[in-house]
């Protein structure tokens, strides 16, 4: 399969041989996505800086765990527009992480069904 979301031959080979840490990851970011865009979506809303640097840092995080540039770059412009008290463009901005994320949720599942066949 030919993941959009996530650079899957970087994210392999950084867990090579360490297949079911992947799957923990996979997991835990299934786990923790939903109320982490909520914090993400309230900080927007209430245009609460500090909340929108901190919780958009966090998704930058979480994007780069799994190789994904687009949504790190775009989580790193809302964190900046945090840092900034910018609030410009934060909902278009969160709209794109909102479809990298739900495509990065999907692409993940996918990956882990796959781990879970191999032996």
Known sequence: MEYKSF???LLIEQFEGDEEILQDMIVNFQKSSPAL????????????????SLSAHTFKGVFRNFFSEEGS????????SGK????????????????????????TLVL???LDKVP
């Open 7 to 9: 650079n899957w031959a």
């Open 37 to 52: 865009l909520e914090t993400l979506r309230s900080a927007v809303k209430e245009q609460d800086a500090a909340k929108l």
């Open 73 to 80: 770059n775009i989580a790193y412009e809302l964190e900046m």
């Open 84 to 107: 900034k008290s910018n609030f410009e463009n934060t909902h278009s901005l969160l709209k794109a992480l909102e479809s990298q994320l739900t495509l990065l949720l999907e692409e």
């Open 112 to 114: 882990k069904k796959s």
